[in-house]
């Protein structure tokens, strides 16, 4: 297939997205780390399909982003009250929350009862979430090679496999995010990122 590119200033980017994405298909996208790649987290074979461009391993989780918090009642049964208060103070940004996820999620997302979910501290990315909804998004490059920092690295690795790329310039890379598991009364930190221990601990008040 071809791959589109579009600029993220087109005034039609978001558009062909949302009908791309509703087809089942793969868009690749800027964020406030590299560029992601994103299917309908509702479609199982999208989801198949973003497994197998990237060549990963089905037994690695995706995560899901969103574009603002009332988003999360389509992918979550409901939020712990930690969890509540990590989000308000570092969303959007770099934490991933660990949360039990609803059942009728596709399998292929994720084979634990837990999703990680995240919202993204970049314009254009949280103006297309919140038009299309939650976002099934990993890292648009091919499991285990170099992060996508540009249009053209996407391209490199995953073009005539995706439909879409919409070019936002260069992203800034960087630290990941820290990853908080929130299913357990004792939240535990499972990656420390870009937001320190101390931070995450100064909101729980431990």
């Given at each position: 297939?071809?791959?589109?590119?579009?600029?993220?200033?087109?005034?039609?980017?978001?558009?062909?997205?949302?009908q791309?994405?509703?087809?089942?298909?793969?868009?690749?996208?800027?964020?406030?780390?590299?560029?992601?790649?994103?299917a309908?987290?509702?479609?199982?074979?999208?989801?198949?399909?973003?497994?197998?461009?990237?060549?990963?391993?089905?037994?690695?989780?995706?995560?899901?982003?969103?574009?603002?918090?009332?988003?999360?009642?389509?992918?979550?049964?409901?939020?712990?009250?930690?969890?509540?208060?990590?989000?308000?103070?570092?969303?959007?940004?770099?934490?991933?929350?660990?949360?039990?996820?609803?059942?009728?999620?596709?399998?292929?997302?994720?084979?634990?009862?837990?999703?990680?979910?995240?919202?993204?501290?970049?314009?254009?990315?949280?103006?297309?979430?919140?038009?299309?909804?939650?976002?099934?998004?990993?890292?648009?490059?091919?499991?285990?090679?170099?992060?996508?920092?540009?249009?053209?690295?996407?391209?490199?690795?995953?073009?005539?496999?995706?439909e879409?790329?919409l070019?936002?310039?260069?992203?800034?890379?960087?630290?990941?995010?820290?990853?908080?598991?929130?299913?357990?009364?004792?939240?535990?930190?499972?990656?420390?990122?870009?937001?320190?221990?101390?931070?995450?601990?100064?909101?729980?008040?431990?």
């Amino acid at each position: 297939m071809e791959t589109t590119i579009l600029s993220t200033t087109d005034p039609q980017a978001i558009q062909a997205a949302l009908q791309v994405l509703q087809n089942g298909g793969l868009v690749a996208f800027p964020t406030d780390t590299v560029y992601g790649l994103a299917a309908d987290p509702f479609n199982s074979v999208a989801i198949e399909r973003l497994y197998a461009a990237k060549e990963r391993d089905m037994s690695k989780a995706i995560a899901v982003l969103v574009g603002e918090v009332e988003q999360l009642v389509q992918i979550t049964p409901g939020l712990p009250t930690q969890a509540e208060a990590l989000a308000a103070r570092f969303w959007p940004g770099a934490l991933t929350l660990v949360v039990s996820r609803r059942p009728e999620l596709p399998a292929q997302l994720s084979t634990l009862p837990t999703i990680g979910v995240r919202m993204p501290d970049h314009p254009f990315a949280l103006n297309l979430l919140q038009a299309s909804g939650p976002l099934a998004t990993t890292s648009a490059n091919r499991s285990g090679a170099d992060n996508p920092l540009t249009a053209a690295d996407v391209l490199d690795q995953l073009g005539r496999r995706i439909e879409l790329v919409l070019d936002g310039g260069t992203c800034p890379g960087g630290v990941p995010s820290t990853v908080v598991d929130c299913t357990i009364p004792d939240v535990r930190i499972l990656r420390e990122g870009a937001i320190s221990v101390e931070a995450i601990r100064a909101v729980l008040g431990n």
